[in-house]
Each structure stands twice: as C-alpha cells, then as structure tokens.
C-alpha cells in the first residue's frame, strides 16, 4: 500500500510502517498544499493512504468524493504515537479505498496530573 504522510506527522513514523511505501508530504514536494488540493494530487499520483493529524479534515472536506483511506491520529507528538504503533499498523493496513476513520492513539496533555 502507498502511505502518504501529512507535515503534522513525526517523520520517524514513515520507519515505523515498514511494510509499507510510505513518503512524506515533504519529501513528495507537496509542502505547503491545502486539504483539498492535497488529497486530490495524492489520488493522481496512487496513494492509497493519507495520514494525518488534522482533527478538522473531515469537517473541511467532502471525503465521500474521495477514493483515498484519510486516516487520522487523535495525537501527533512521538512519544505518544510510538505507544501505539502496532494499532497504527493494523489500521493501514485494513484501510479501504474512500474510507475516512480516526485512530485513538492518546491525547497531548501540557501538564500532566501529578500522583
């Protein structure tokens, strides 16, 4: 499966999902693009996946038009992401064409409540 990475992501993720074709945003030159105009270059180009940490995308785009899995991370910081790899993992991998889910990974919390 071809795995698109969103610029809100780690970078050290696109590693984590080895049994993939995973790029970034960056790295595909798309820095920089809007939602829509991403996702829309991403389906030209056969990416079957965008990830993302944008809460807000599937208020912001209409998804039932698209053919590419937007799947997204209820965090984009490392420490809480490389908890659940194996979760993420699972959930590309069972990606379908169109579908839009989110993906409990954890919360950021500024200041964590102290025991």
């Known amino acids: 499966m071809k795995v698109l990475l969103d610029e809100n992501l780690p970078h050290r993720l696109r590693n984590a999902l080895r049994t993939h074709q995973v790029f970034t945003v960056r790295y595909q030159g798309w820095a920089g693009l809007k939602n ?5 270059t991403a389906e030209r180009d ?7 940490g944008d809460q807000t995308i ?12 937007v799947l997204v991370l209820s965090a984009v910081e490392w420490h809480i992401i490389r908890e ?3 979760l993420i993992q699972t959930a590309v991998d069972a990606a379908e064409p ?5 993906i409990e990974v954890g919360t950021f919390q500024r200041n964590p ?3």
Not at 36 to 40: N, V
Not at 98 to 102: C, D, I, L, Q, S
């Open 46 to 52: 056969g990416f079957d996946v965008f990830l993302t």
């Open 98 to 102: 169109g579908e839009y889910r989110r």
């Open 36 to 40: 829509g105009e991403l996702l829309a």
């Open 84 to 86: 659940s790899l194996a």
């Open 113 to 115: 409540p102290r025991p």
């Open 58 to 69: 599937s208020y912001e785009q209409n998804l039932s038009v698209r053919r590419i899995a």
